[in-house]
């Protein structure tokens, strides 16, 4: 079983993504869990553990850089990972308005 945490960072600002809207669920479509991220760009998402099995992170990044007044490319960006025995992952997400990348973090 594992612990969940994400940060993400807008690359175009230089600074964490405050408040951006994070939901979590398996890739079979059931919701578990949904946040926003806090005024350093983290977020602890999901139970205190997560099960083995596929899940996904979807980021409403559209909706982050239009409250910045932003245009913007990628409306979400989904990142589906597999949780297979870690005690701890961390799903890291840097942003710009045309582009994102992740990395399984430490």
Do not use: K, N, Q
Not at 45 to 60: E, H, I, N, V
Not at 67 to 78: E, I, K, L, N, Y
Not at 86 to 94: D, M, N, R, S
């Amino acid at each position: 079983m594992t612990h969940l945490t994400t940060h993400v960072l807008d690359a175009t600002a230089g600074t964490p993504a405050t408040g951006v809207t994070v939901a979590l669920a398996r890739l079979d479509g059931t919701a578990v869990a949904a946040g926003t991220t806090d005024a350093d760009g983290r977020l602890a998402l999901g139970p205190d553990r997560l099960d083995d099995g596929d899940y996904a992170l979807t980021f409403a990044i559209g909706a982050y850089f239009r409250g910045r007044g932003v245009a913007s490319f990628h409306p979400v960006a989904t990142i589906a990972f597999t949780v297979d025995g870690e005690a701890h992952l961390h799903v890291p997400l840097l942003l710009s308005p045309f582009a994102y990348s992740t990395y399984r973090g430490s």
